[in-house]
């Protein structure tokens, strides 16, 4: 941290002690869940939902060692980064309208933007970039995989379907026409229903898991394509929120985003 932290917004000392006990068990969960899957061990990334939240508890949790934090509002998003030390990657995690691409670029350490569904945004995002921006902006693409007709998102692929759908060719355009982007990997929200029921397996992530296998195999079998795409060799899946993050982790998430169960109960818009 750096030496001017005194300059940062402070939380009391109670809030802070609350704030780090929640992130510490929050932590142990996913550190958990990781453990008992049969592959991929390794511990996903923690992303602090903090919308509606003070700077001030977000550096609370800073100071407790926590770095990706995730933001629904540009403009919200935007006025924290300006207030808050620049290591924090961002991750922008709210439905994204095209004319919020630009300001979001400009955010000197926006990490990732993970409801990208369409050519048009993508190709904004990699236009309005700054040219002192020295790494690619981690792009998610936002799949609907509950249907739910007031969700954002393309429609999930299956192995038996061609390889010309919308996300195919959305993910390809990605790799090659943008090289200022890199496709991270692929995004959902589950449904409520789903995300609350008392199931062990959760039919949005098996069907995000299902889409990314399809579309796996689809992008490696392209010769044609130059650019490089993944973390660490493969498709990194978002999905998983407060209330089924340990089931997303054990179904296969490399990325949950997790906020009431860190900062409480969020006050109305």
């Known amino acids: 941290m750096s030496s001017d932290s005194a300059s940062y917004p402070t939380a009391t000392p109670e809030r802070a002690e609350e704030l780090g006990a929640a992130l510490d068990e929050v932590r142990a969960r996913v550190r958990a869940a990781a453990e008992s899957r049969s592959e991929n061990s390794v511990e996903p990334r923690l992303v602090a939902v903090s919308k509606y939240k003070p700077a001030a508890d977000i550096m609370a949790c800073y100071q407790h060692g926590q770095r990706d934090f995730g933001e629904n509002y540009a403009a919200e998003l935007a006025e ?43 190709t904004a995002l990699n236009k309005s970039l700054p040219a002192e921006r020295e790494t690619p902006l ?57 995300s609350t029921g008392s199931d062990e397996e959760n039919p949005d992530f098996k069907s995000l898991v299902e889409t990314k296998e399809a579309l796996t195999d689809i992008l490696r079998s392209d010769s044609s394509l130059s650019g490089e795409w ?30 009431t169960g860190i900062f409480g109960s969020r006050p109305p818009k």
């Not at 998610?140 to 999930?156: A, F, L, M």
């Not at 090289?179 to 959902?188: D, E, F, K, N």
């Not at 993944?230 to 997303?248: H, I, R, T, Y």
């Open 138 to 194: 981690n792009i998610y693409i936002q799949v609907n995989t509950s249907g739910e007709d007031q969700k954002s998102g393309i429609t999930p692929l299956k192995k038996s379907e061609p390889a010309s759908t919308d996300l195919v060719e959305l993910a390809k355009l990605i790799i090659q026409d943008c090289p200022r982007l890199r496709l991270a990997g692929l995004m959902t929200i589950g449904s409520f229903e789903a």
């Open 80 to 122: 924290k980064a300006a207030v808050l030390p620049k290591d924090i990657r961002w991750h922008f995690i709210g439905g994204l309208q095209s004319n919020k691409c630009k300001p979001l670029a400009a955010i000197p350490n926006i990490y990732a933007i993970q409801t990208v569904d369409s050519g048009k945004k993508a």
């Open 230 to 259: 993944g973390v660490n060799g493969d498709l990194e899946l978002s999905m998983g929120m407060s209330a089924d993050f340990e089931l997303a982790i054990r179904a296969g998430s490399g990325s949950v985003r997790v906020g």
